[in-house]
């Protein structure tokens, strides 16, 4: 059976997050509906990664196996045709070899996190940044961030409900930057842990405001205990933008 790598765009607001559910609609029920919808068939899709609830994507990974041989382009164009009601966009479609996996082949996952400080509410970017109404210190969140790079038992910022079998992950890259308004942070690492990124964004948003020295922020990774952790910053601001093979 052909197997197609699909790189897909979506606004997580309105779905119950990538993964199906029995209820709710996903992001990936309603790629597999859409694909159904033109193949005439009931295809299941793997992605690279589970995004959360309100979590977005520019970049997610997934691929899907069909019985007939269709051209990469005709998928990404059908499949797009299908999904006009949903904040959902296959951006390319390509055949792959069939040993390739969305989800274990992958080799690095880039998140992307936007803060927006300012003391207006948010209009155009509602639901797709975290308002924060007070000025955070980019530079201090950046240089306490570097604490996380390396190997490090992750259980502080690690989700009590976490399915992973260790704690332990290898952090590449942390960086917190500034565009006017807007705190970007950026970090990349083979594998995340079940809220990760969002736990370690909350704990930084602690350190913008004065409330965490870079110490206080180091400590917390040590005691590998999740009471160490501040809270968990909200899912509109994640981003999954890229994936690695």
């Not at 979506?10 to 859409?34: C, L």
């Not at 005709?74 to 989800?103: C, G, P």
């Not at 003391?119 to 969140?141: I, K, Y």
């Not at 079940?194 to 370690?200: A, L």
Request: glycine share 6%.
């Amino acid at each position: 059976m052909p197997r197609y790598k699909l790189t897909i765009e979506y606004d997580g607001t309105a779905f119950v997050g990538w993964q199906r559910q029995e209820h709710d609609m996903s992001v990936q029920q309603a790629i597999e509906e859409a694909l159904a919808a033109f193949t005439g068939e009931t295809p299941g899709i793997r992605g690279a990664g589970r995004t959360d609830a309100g979590v977005h994507a520019t970049g997610q990974v997934a691929h899907v196996d069909l019985s007939r041989d269709w051209e990469a382009d005709k998928i990404r164009e059908a499949t797009n045709a299908h999904l006009r009601q949903h904040a959902v966009a296959i951006v390319t479609s390509e055949k792959v070899a069939d040993d390739f996996d969305a989800r274990f082949s992958a080799r690095k996952r880039h998140y992307l996190y936007r803060i927006i400080d300012r003391r207006a509410p948010l209009a155009l970017e509602r639901h797709r940044a975290w308002h924060v109404r007070h000025r955070l210190d980019a530079d201090a969140m950046h240089a306490a961030a570097q604490c996380f790079l390396g190997k490090h038992d992750f259980t502080t910022f690690r989700a009590s409900q976490c399915q992973a079998k260790s704690p332990v992950k290898t952090l590449d890259a942390f960086s917190v930057s500034r565009e006017g308004d807007v705190i970007n942070l950026r970090c990349s690492a083979r594998s995340f842990l079940h809220n990760q990124v969002r736990s370690m964004v909350g704990s930084l948003k602690l350190v913008g405001e004065g409330k965490w020295s870079a110490q206080d922020l180091a400590d917390a990774l040590a005691a590998a205990d999740r009471t160490a952790c501040g809270p968990v910053c909200p899912p509109d601001g994640l981003y999954l933008t890229q994936v690695d093979y």
